[in-house]
């Protein structure tokens, strides 16, 4: 038994030695990334916004994203406005995924806010969603999905 015991944790360790992915983290691991992009959203009709960011302060896994801004890309989406506290998360176990908790106040007044796993390209420092919902706000809302659109924010990887 005790032998079985020691070859499964050689096992694990060499597993876990081998497989650095389970240290993700942001780099820079301190100090703030700006970044901006267009997405498109869609709920009671589609829109297109402009989206800027700056998260502040990093740590080696979060950051919280205090300084948010949506701005008309299409002339319906002048009535888009950013809801909740918006933050961006290391997925653990990929260096090809993000963890972004956002929402919007959409055209309707219906808002949606939740967290969304988006694609990231560590090369271009950019997140790109495809069809990812976030759920409503208010019991009997509506959900958003955000079809498509990227947001680059220069200069943040994940390691």
């Not at 997925?91 to 090809?96: A, D, F, N, Q, Y």
């Not at 790109?128 to 706000?137: A, D, E, G, I, K």
């Amino acid at each position: 038994m005790i032998k079985t015991l020691s070859i499964a944790a050689a096992a694990l360790a060499t597993a876990a030695i081998a497989s650095p992915s389970f240290a993700q983290s942001f780099s820079p691991s301190s100090g703030s990334v700006s970044g901006s992009g267009s997405v498109t959203l869609s709920q009671t009709t589609t829109v297109t916004c402009n989206v800027s960011v700056t998260a502040s302060p990093l740590s080696a896994t979060s950051a919280p994203i205090p300084t948010r801004s949506i701005t008309a890309g299409s002339i319906l989406c002048a009535a888009v406005a950013p809801s909740g506290a918006w933050s961006a998360a290391v997925v653990p176990g990929s260096t090809t995924s993000i963890a972004l908790t956002i929402g919007a106040n959409t055209v309707a007044n219906d808002p949606c806010y939740g967290t969304v796993v988006v694609a990231w390209n560590n090369a271009t420092s950019t997140a790109t969603f495809s069809n990812n919902v976030l759920p409503p706000v208010n019991a009997g809302g509506r959900s958003c999905t955000i079809r498509s659109g990227s947001i680059r924010i220069p200069g943040l990887q994940i390691l």
